[in-house]
């Protein structure tokens, strides 16, 4: 399954909100920001992977394993959210287990899904 393009945020703006009002939390690999919509019926969401991360092809695979595990995730997180991901330059080390694990651990420490 692919994740549909009406699930991804692209304007710079709701970067910006998501970063300054939502609420964001840590882990080893990850960071993700979370801000309430309650009018969508569906989360959105954004990897960001600096350069610090990694050249690009390590910077494409990191997304390539968060994308992953949000196809096999997505339907445990509560809709009406925005999600933005930021990669830190440990990820580039990351199995896709313990990014699956830090993605589970994230969504769950902002009460983002179901235990």
Request: net charge positive; charged share 30%; hydrophobic share 40%.
């Amino acid at each position: 399954m692919k994740l549909p393009r009406k699930l991804t945020l692209v304007d710079h703006a709701d970067f910006q909100e998501v970063r300054e009002k939502g609420k964001s939390t840590a882990s080893k690999h990850l960071v993700l920001a979370a801000l309430p919509k309650p009018e969508l019926d569906h989360f959105r969401y954004a990897l960001i992977t600096s350069k610090k991360a990694g050249k690009a092809h390590e910077r494409n695979h990191i997304r390539r394993l968060l994308r992953a595990t949000l196809v096999e995730i997505g339907d445990q997180i509560h809709p009406g959210h925005h999600l933005v991901f930021i990669a830190r330059w440990r990820a580039k080390e990351a199995t896709y287990a313990e990014i699956k694990k830090d993605v589970l651990y994230l969504t769950r420490k902002l009460k983002l899904r179901s235990q």
